[in-house]
């Protein structure tokens, strides 16, 4: 039976698709092909309009799965022919879905955590069984429903010595650590914001779509007072398990804070918003783990350079470094995860730790959609 798997993540940064064909044939996956397709701005506009209550949201919400499932499509279509691959030989496609709500155990206990897909118009125009929906399980047996990668990072990276950290910076940054209780054992929560303040304040004052390398940043001064404003959100200073995304890291939570600020210039607002997510990262690590001495950083956060010497300055112990290093590039390591898990899931394996949910237990992630 083939071990190919096709992987493919939307994440919190709204930035578009990263997919990848993954050989889980040897001891390592072997990614194969890596395919990308941007969001234009109007779906990317539609998406971030959708992390809030508004008019004729059901009905918006159903036509942008459509059209992300599409989207996931032509990023299928892109791997296979790149690699001379055959629907056939693929046994199945792991389709994380784009979050837009993420509440979990809020409300009535169980809360829920919403991905907008349509895993079954993906099954239909590619031709392959589909894998989705790898959450609502978790939240379902009493877990946070993220993050899900640390079980992955755990199979791809656990076997270094010593306590490794691995650092996902994506809209949302997340932090795995490896070993940091003894052998095998696995810690993984978020830590914060990511790129996503950064980039949407990149996007309202230079119209670009994020900071390249970080350069704006770097070019800016870092507000104290500000920073500190930042830093007393009470989800910072919560213990793990927790999860966050754009219901709380959002712009009317940065306009509330720069209420008191209003005379800082934008460039000083960019820096302060990047040392916001070194120093919420960095402080996770210290909190959670003080004697690490590895931290491998991916997702595109690990592209911006301002933002890794900012790591690398306030963990000066630690040798911080891209996934890269340890060979998978930080663009490809979350669609790779979501490859994993629909590995797992036909596998009737589990896909979720309960130290890194707090759930009742780990369980079987995903839902299958038959080609």
């Not at 998406?47 to 209550?53: G, P, V, Y």
């Not at 990023?75 to 784009?98: D, I, M, N, S, W």
Request: one cysteine or more; glycine letters at 10%; aromatic letters at 6%.
């Amino acid at each position: 039976m083939s071990d190919l798997y096709i992987g493919l993540m939307s994440g919190t940064s709204l930035d578009g698709v990263d997919g990848v064909l993954v050989d889980f044939s040897s001891v390592q996956p072997r990614v194969l092909s890596h395919a990308t397709q941007g969001f234009d701005d109007r779906f990317r506009a539609e998406l971030l309009q959708l992390n809030t209550s508004g008019p004729d949201e059901l009905h918006r919400a159903a036509l942008a799965a459509n059209e992300l499932a599409r989207v996931y499509a032509l990023v299928v279509k892109r791997l296979l022919e790149t690699t001379g691959t055959q629907p056939a030989q693929v046994r199945a496609v792991g389709a994380h879905g784009q979050t837009v709500r993420h509440r979990p155990q809020q409300f009535d206990g169980t809360g829920y955590t919403l991905q907008l897909n349509q895993p079954g118009l993906l099954a239909e125009l590619c031709g392959m069984d589909v894998v989705a929906d790898f959450r609502s399980r978790d939240v379902a047996a009493g877990g946070q429903g993220a993050p899900l990668v640390p079980p992955f990072h755990q199979a791809l990276f656990g076997q270094l010595p010593g306590v490794t950290a691995v650092l996902n910076i994506g809209g949302i940054s997340n932090l795995s650590l490896l070993n940091a209780s003894g052998a095998g054992s696995l810690i993984g929560f978020d830590c914060g914001p990511g790129n996503a303040l950064m980039d949407a304040w990149s996007q309202t004052h230079t119209r670009q779509a994020f900071d390249a390398e970080g350069r704006w940043a770097a070019a800016g001064t870092v507000h104290a007072g500000l920073l500190q404003s930042l830093l007393s959100e009470p989800f910072l200073a919560l213990p793990a398990p927790k999860s966050t995304g754009r219901d709380l890291f959002n712009g009317p939570w940065l306009q509330a804070h720069l209420q008191s600020f209003a005379h800082v210039s934008a460039q000083d607002v960019q820096a302060t918003l990047t040392e916001l997510t070194a120093q919420a990262c960095a402080d996770s690590l210290l909190k959670q783990a003080p004697d690490c001495k590895r931290l491998i950083v991916c997702g595109g956060g690990a592209l911006n350079t301002h933002l890794m010497s900012r790591l690398r300055a306030l963990l000066p112990g630690c040798d911080v470094a891209s996934s890269a290093v340890h060979g998978l590039p930080p663009l490809q390591v979350e669609a790779t995860a979501f490859a994993w898990l629909a590995r797992q899931c036909l596998e009737r394996q589990t896909g979720s730790v309960q130290s890194v949910t707090g759930a009742r237990g780990a369980r079987i992630l995903g839902a299958i959609y038959p080609a």
